[in-house]
T-cell receptor, first 115, second 114 residues
Framework: EAGVAQSPRYKIIEKRQSVAFWCNPI?????LYWYQQILGQGPKLLIQ????????DSQLPKDRFSAERLKGVDSTLKIQPAKLEDSAVYLC?????????????FGQGTRLTVV | AQKVTQAQTEISVVEKEDVTLDCVYE???????LFWYKQPPSGELVFLIR??????QNEISGRYSWNFQKSTSSFNFTITASQVVDSAVYFC???????????FGTGTRLQVFP
C-alpha cells in the first residue's frame, strides 16, 4: 500500500513570496490533515478535511494560508505572502473515516525555509 | 477543551537504562483515542501504538510498554533496556472520536548515549 505522498520535500523562498505544497493521501482515506511543525515543537493542526469539506480550520492563519482538497483526494496548502515565522515542516496525514480504531498515516513532510 | 501535555522536554539516559515518557491528556469526551508516535532525526512520524478510551489494558511490545490510566488521564510510555536507536522525539497524541481531530503534545526528546 502506497503511503502519504508530499511534495516538494524542501523549499526555500524569500519572505513575501508565495509557496504551495501538495499532498496525495492514501487511497480511500477520507480524512486529511495538514500540520505545521516548527523546529523543536509538536505538530500543530492547521486544517482538517473530510472528503472535500473543511472540518476544522480554527488554527489556520487565513490572511495568508489557504488550503483546498478538490474532489476529496489530493490537497494543496498555500502560503501567500510568506513570513519568516512560517519556516517549518508541513506535514500531511490521512486516515480512513468511519473506521474508529485506526491511526493517522503521515507523509515525510515539506521543509520550508523562509529567508 | 482538548489538550495533551508532555512535561518532559528532554531526557538523557545511558544505554540499557529504562526510561518512562509521561503523557497527560485533557478531554471531556467519553470516546477518544490515544497514540504515541516516534520522530527520528530523519523527520517522519512513525506510529507506535493506539489505545481507545474503553480499553485500559496495558500493553507490552518487546522493549516497549504503555500504561493507560483514565483515573489520572495519563498514557505513559516506558522503554526497557534503552538502545541508541531509541534516540528520537516522542509525541503523544489525542484523537476525539466525534470530530476526528488529532492533537499532539509538544514532544519529549530522548537521547540514549552508548
Amino acid at each position: 500500500e502506497a503511503g502519504v505522498a508530499q511534495s516538494p520535500r524542501y523549499k526555500i523562498i524569500e519572505k513575501r513570496q508565495s509557496v504551495a505544497f501538495w499532498c496525495n493521501p492514501i487511497s480511500g482515506h477520507a480524512t486529511l490533515y495538514w500540520y505545521q511543525q516548527i523546529l523543536g515543537q509538536g505538530p500543530k493542526l492547521l486544517i482538517q478535511f473530510q472528503n472535500n469539506g473543511v472540518v476544522d480550520d480554527s488554527q489556520l492563519p487565513k490572511d495568508r494560508f489557504s488550503a483546498e482538497r478538490l474532489k476529496g483526494v489530493d490537497s494543496t496548502l498555500k502560503i501567500q505572502p510568506a513570513k519568516l515565522e512560517d519556516s517549518a515542516v508541513y506535514l500531511c496525514a490521512s486516515r480512513p473515516t468511519g473506521v474508529l480504531n485506526t491511526e493517522a498515516f503521515f507523509g515525510q513532510g515539506t521543509r520550508l525555509t523562509v529567508v | 477543551a482538548q489538550k495533551v501535555t508532555q512535561a518532559q522536554t528532554e531526557i538523557s539516559v545511558v544505554e540499557k537504562e529504562d526510561v518512562t515518557l509521561d503523557c497527560v491528556y485533557e478531554t471531556r469526551d467519553t470516546t477518544y483515542y490515544l497514540f504515541w508516535y516516534k520522530q527520528p532525526p530523519s523527520g517522519e512520524l512513525v506510529f507506535l501504538i493506539r489505545r481507545n478510551s474503553f480499553d485500559e489494558q496495558n500493553e507490552i511490545s518487546g522493549r516497549y510498554s504503555w500504561n493507560f490510566q483514565k483515573s489520572t488521564s495519563s498514557f505513559n510510555f516506558t522503554i526497557t533496556a534503552s538502545q541508541v536507536v531509541d534516540s528520537a522525539v516522542y509525541f503523544c497524541a489525542l484523537r476525539i472520536s466525534d470530530t476526528d481531530k488529532l492533537i499532539f503534545g509538544t514532544g519529549t526528546r530522548l537521547q540514549v548515549f552508548p
